[in-house]
């Protein structure tokens, strides 16, 4: 198994060279730069404006800055960010743990809310309950997830304020002791979370229904309620642990997704995290940054495709069985 | 953010500007029993940008520079300008200076005071200061402000003297531009490495603040300096700002009382909170105005009858009532109404569609069957564009999109993400935008003489005028304020008749401060976070 | 209940899009028109105002009259200054009120009549968008499910390759090399959309080249495209088609995400997204700005899903 994931991971490398090469010409061919970027609008005289071409490294022509980059990243250097004035691993690190939280609360909440979902529509099939479910996870997916995310800071912020508007921790809390710091950041993630989490519970939901349905008709889950399983330990344990194969595999697959498709989730909740990195980084024409970013993203596929598959294969005994 | 021409604080139009009208905002009134001013406390603000560079001399931004100014203070600052007097300056690093015979040398005197490590504040460091403001390797934006000194002497640790190549009205403010760094700390770096240093985690300061605490994109905590010169001072232990992109959200956290002050406020959301209560609205002046600039390389715009006949289409005032909701003034030119070098004699064009028409038949045009405005074969359409995310101009842009939409004229419009913006306009690839410049004195001559096109300057509308030309050199030959002053009225006549640009409004900038903020009233206008040096938290 | 979601949500969609290509025809008002930007800047659903129509047919909207004194002209509010209308420019019945059944925005401009010309555009991209990514990606994955060997490996990994890049990110790249403008929305979001379109109909393809009639079609020396176009392309095309109407939903949120960003089809069009980010400033004194175009979108959305799982569900029986 892990000669296997080794060798996925190895392959994926030509990939993720090809991804940069991509990012970088896409931001090499985009008008302006760094320096017209970070000038905003201000006019400056022209030597200005040479010295810090050359405090970049911009005077270069692309392809001698893209080998630079590619030799130093297999160094493990990835550069200067020139918008944020600091070390590209250093600004990476900070946004990374902001985005795992997020994507980790998110998931959860997708994860409990698709698999109540799913439950609840196959148990109560074609009866009042699975349809009001299935209406509403619809309706969740219907709703653009920035807007989504306004009518929660709305409501829960604004006008029953529950919740704080945006931002990981309240003032201070950085330095609080372990609990106290804990529940205020798991009190700030919460309504983003929702919300990244709630749009995306329908396929999830959907998935599961249809392999619960599935299930139930077969064999295995007969026998076991001839044994005399009771209805909660078949439900959870028999029927859907079957029924999560193509569950995981989704959930795989949309760990990506989670984590630098959150955007617009970020942007509306001022939530410091990678997905808005990367666009600062991109309207800043910061070409380091959006390289580390867009390469960090595409690791984050290839390792949830990865993960994705390991899952389904210790899950699925059928899977087992032929590799045994 | 706004614009910035050039960015030279207290120069010469400045200097102006203050003399008469004074450059204070609305006043503030205490509310009843706030009380006398006291210690201690954090005030927490809110902003939606992050410092660009924790090292003055490589940032651009104002809001970094207003913190830069925090921990890094001056040798002398100006103060709060008095109504009919020139410019003063207030000692800070230095505790007195004098101008020699032939006002060729500037000798300040340095106050005894110490880096927050505990070393002395010396003449070398306002040497060492120098050479990196000026150093091509830095790169620093205003570097233009030193462009007259020809070398900074030590002469003993607490004396240092500025000798200038020629005399001029401003050399006191370009003397004192830019804060005073620690020679012990900074040099440690060589210049030509300081773009890619990391400069957060210096801790060595001499203002009234220091830096605490730097989570980019997040948050950033100022505290209290216990070695600052005026041991009074300041009052708050801390001042933490909360990075927050939206200033919606920023504001909804400022009702809800984890703010205590916003700035930067779009006007609707100035208006909706003066209605709704409990943080008070204060103004302060900026010396800067909008506008929309014209490509005076494309017909018809380069014809001044053709610009002044857009400006009088638009309805300007209407701008200040419907986006502004008041907080501003329709301009006449580039000078603050306010300030004692406007001509008050220049009234800002009408609202007047019927004399546009007139003009613009007079320059040739014709309606065709279809009401639209037509020469030789050829209907007046142009693309009206701005930098994306500037609300208030994208708004400014839809709604001049629909005035000349009625006089006749097709309007595309178009947000360009910044880095587009600027190239497209630095290489004259437009036909109009709307844009904004927060000026001073050399701006003028970088922003309209014919000489200044990009790169070299910021004439980006290509403006090319005998007469103006001619009047921005008098201006520049001038070696004091009194000689200035009516080149400049006739400066602003000459740019009112031939509109270089459609003045749209000059508008101030607009914070809201909650209640047990204290304290909170504008001072040098270049420096719009100068009272948190004064400002207090009140006992509830 | 299966043709009761099927045929709920094609008729809400066939409603919508002839209300809006008739919008023209319906009496709205122009949904650039920006009316009065003082007196109906953001008012709320459901707004009556004070209108007084003159002798040229203009409208002058008000926040209050003034009594009229007689054979006098009409003095009237708008904001905080007073204005004065001569009687001689007053039509015979001057006096109106005009309701604005969904308010208007902050520049004046009537929601309702925006919403439904908002419509036409939010359709528009979805529509073209998907047909585009759908043909684009059918082409490509007829050609490498056809071809198999090098192609169909070299374009596999260039699918792979893109779909490494998450999308948002992708489009910003695009949208930020050309000016905004419908039609670069669309072929953005085209260009970008057609790796999953190209693996399904590779899959169908790869699983048709085994069936009896097709190795028939082979062994018979039929040529490769001939093959392509009468035997696989067929088969992929149901599944294709059910595909694209849910994927139709998918684009119209990815437009809007565009528009939001700043990044959509520029005004005075307005577009659904566009029309949420011009609330967005305006969500706590003017809520319905931005909370009506974002219902409108769910309600597309959730009626292209029904539409479309129905669809499915037809097309393959065996589904649960």
Redesign the interface.
């Known amino acids: 198994m892990i000669r296997y994931a080794c060798g996925r991971l190895l392959s994926a490398v030509p ?2 060279v ?2 940069a090469t ?2 970088f010409a ?2 090499e ?6 320096v ?17 071409e ?3 490294g911009l005077h270069q022509p692309p392809w001698q800055r893209y080998a630079s980059w590619l030799a130093s990243l297999a160094r493990g250097e990835l550069g ?1 960010s020139f ?5 590209v691993r ?2 990476l690190a ?2 990374l743990p902001a985005t795992l939280w997020l994507a980790g609360a998110a998931m959860l909440i997708h994860l409990a809310s698709g698999i109540a979902a799913g439950l609840i529509g196959a148990r109560f099939r ?1 009866r009042w309950p699975d349809h009001l479910i299935q209406a509403l996870v ?2 969740l ?8 995310g ?2 929660a ?2 409501a829960l ?2 006008r029953i ?1 529950l919740f ?9 809390m ?1 330095e609080a002791a372990l609990l106290p710091r804990l529940a205020d950041l798991l009190w700030h993630v919460t309504l983003p979370a929702a919300v990244l989490g709630l749009a995306s519970t ?1 396929a999830t939901a959907r998935l599961l ?2 392999g619960l ?2 299930v139930l008709g077969e064999e295995f889950l007969r026998a076991a309620r001839a044994r005399g399983a009771g209805p909660l330990r078949l439900w959870l344990v028999h029927a859907l642990r079957h029924a999560s194969i193509p569950v995981v595999h989704l959930l795989g697959m949309s760990l ?2 989670l984590v ?2 959150s ?2 989730v970020e ?4 939530w ?1 995290g990678m997905g ?4 600062e980084a ?4 910061d070409t380091p940054l959006v390289l580390a970013a ?1 390469v960090l ?2 690791i984050l ?2 390792v949830g495709n990865l993960l994705a598959d390991v899952a389904t294969a210790g899950l699925d005994p059928r899977v087992r069985v032929r590799r045994r | 953010m706004r614009a910035a021409a050039a960015h030279h604080p207290s120069s010469l139009l400045l200097a102006a500007a203050c003399a008469l009208a004074g450059c204070e905002g609305r006043p503030e009134q205490p509310p009843a029993g706030a009380g006398e001013p006291r210690r201690g406390g954090t005030a927490v603000l809110g902003t939606v940008v992050d410092v660009d560079n924790w090292n003055e001399y490589l940032s651009q931004q104002a809001f970094a520079n207003a913190l830069h100014r925090r921990l890094y203070p001056r040798l002398a600052r100006e103060a709060p300008p008095e109504p009919g007097q020139p410019p003063r300056f207030e000692p800070e690093l230095a505790e007195a200076w004098s101008f020699s015979e032939d006002r060729l040398a500037l000798t300040f005197r340095l106050r005894e005071a110490s880096w927050s490590d505990g070393n002395p504040i010396q003449a070398s460091d306002v040497r060492f200061t120098w050479r990196a403001q000026t150093s091509p390797e830095v790169g620093w934006i205003n570097a233009s402000t030193k462009e007259h000194i020809r070398e900074v002497e030590a002469r003993d640790p607490r004396t240092v003297v500025f000798h200038f190549d020629r005399a001029y009205p401003e050399q006191l403010a370009d003397a004192v531009t830019g804060g005073v760094l620690p020679e012990h700390i900074f040099a440690r770096v060589p210049f030509a490495r300081w773009r890619t240093h990391d400069w957060s985690s210096v801790r060595v300061v001499s203002g009234p603040f220091r830096l605490a605490a730097y989570r980019p994109a997040e948050e950033i905590v100022l505290e209290r300096n216990p070695g600052y010169y005026r041991a009074e001072l300041p009052r708050l232990d801390r001042v933490v700002f909360r990075i927050v992109p939206d200033i919606s959200n920023l504001l909804t956290q400022l009702l809800a009382g984890h703010l205590d002050y916003v700035d930067k406020l779009p006007p609707w959301e100035a208006a909706r909170l003066e209605r709704s209560g409990p943080v008070r609205i204060v103004e302060f002046r900026v010396p800067g105005f909008e506008y929309i600039g014209w490509n005076h390389r494309r017909e018809p715009f380069d014809d001044p009858r053709v610009r002044r006949a857009l400006t009088l289409a638009i309805d300007r005032q209407g701008l200040v009532d419907e986006l502004l909701r008041g907080y501003g003034t329709v301009c006449a030119g580039p000078v603050p109404s306010w300030s004692a070098a406007a001509d008050p004699a220049l009234e800002p064009w009408p609202h007047d569609p019927g004399e546009a028409e007139r003009l613009l038949r007079e320059a040739g045009f014709a309606r065709d069957s279809e009401g639209r405005l037509v020469r030789g074969g050829r209907p007046l359409a142009l693309t009206l564009a701005t930098n994306a995310g500037n609300r208030l101009r994208e708004a400014v842009l839809v709604k001049v999109q629909e005035q000349l939409r009625r006089l006749g004229i097709e309007v595309q419009v178009a947000s360009l993400e910044m880095a587009a913006f600027r190239e497209r306009n630095a290489a004259g690839d437009f036909d109009a935008y709307v844009g904004g410049w927060t000026i001073s004195g050399r701006a003028l001559r970088q922003l309209f003489h014919s000489q200044m096109l990009p790169p070299r300057g910021a004439n980006i509308v290509a403006y090319r005028s005998p007469r103006a030309d001619a009047l921005l050199e008098r201006l520049d030959a001038a070696k004091t304020w009194e000689q200035a002053l009516p080149v400049l009225r006739e400066l602003q006549r000459c740019l009112h008749e031939e509109q270089p640009y459609t003045f749209l409004y000059e508008m101030p900038l607009l914070a809201a401060v909650a209640a047990r903020l204290q304290g909170v009233s504008p001072g040098p206008p270049d420096d719009p976070l100068a009272h948190l040096e004064q400002a207090w938290i009140a006992v509830p | 209940m299966r043709d009761g979601r099927l045929w709920g949500g094609a008729g809400f969609l066939a409603l919508l899009a002839g209300a809006a290509l008739a919008a023209p025809w319906l009496g709205l008002r122009d949904p650039r028109a920006q009316l009065d930007g003082l007196v109906l800047q953001a008012r709320p659903p459901l707004t009556r105002v004070d209108a007084i129509r003159l002798r040229d047919g203009t409208l002058r909207y008000a926040d209050a009259l003034a009594p009229q004194r007689p054979g006098g002209g009409v003095r009237y509010r708008r904001g905080e200054r007073w204005f004065e209308i001569p009687p001689e420019a007053l039509a015979a019945r001057w006096h109106e009120r005009h309701l604005f059944l969904l308010g208007t925005d902050a520049f004046g401009r009537d929601l309702a009549s925006r919403l439904i010309y908002g419509a036409r555009v939010s359709l528009a991209v979805g529509l073209l968008a998907t047909a585009l990514a759908v043909l684009l990606g059918g082409f490509v994955g007829l050609v490498a499910g056809t071809l198999g060997g090098f192609v169909d490996g070299a374009l596999m990994r260039f699918v792979d390759l893109l779909l490494a890049v998450p999308r948002l990110f992708l489009l910003l790249l695009l949208v930020s090399l050309y000016r905004p403008s419908l039609w670069t929305t669309v072929l953005v979001l085209g260009a970008t959309g057609w790796m999953a379109p190209a693996r399904l109909v590779r899959a169908q393809v790869l699983a048709l080249r085994e069936r009896d009639f097709v190795q028939a079609a082979r062994a018979g020396g039929a040529p490769l495209a001939r093959i392509a176009l009468r035997h696989l392309l067929p088969g992929a095309l149901v599944p294709l088609a059910a595909e694209a109407t849910l994927r139709v939903g998918h684009t119209m949120l990815l437009e809007a995400s565009l528009s939001f960003l700043g990044l959509g089809v520029p005004p005075p069009t307005p577009s659904w997204g566009a029309m949420i980010a011009e609330g967005r400033d305006r969500l706590f004194d003017a809520w319905w700005i931005a909370t009506l175009p974002g219902l409108a979108i769910a309600a597309t959305v959730v009626a292209l899903s029904l539409a479309g799982d129905a669809l499915t569900e037809r097309l393959e029986p065996a589904a649960p």
């Open positions: 990939v993720l090809a991804v991509l990012g896409i931001v061919f985009a008008p302006g730069d760094a017209e970027a970070w000038l905003g609008e201000r006019a400056v005289p022209p030597e200005v404006r040479a010295s810090l050359r405090a970049y200067w918008s944020r004035s600091r070390p250093e600004v900070g946004a074609r619809l309706t997916y219907g709703m653009p997830v920035f807007w989504l306004l009518m800071t709305l912020a604004y304020p704080p508007p945006s931002s990981m921790f309240s003032v201070g950085r329908a229904r249809g349905l599935q990506p997704v630098s498709g955007l617009v942007v509306v909740f001022a410091p808005r990195l990367a666009y991109l309207l800043a024409r867009t993203s595409a596929v290839v």
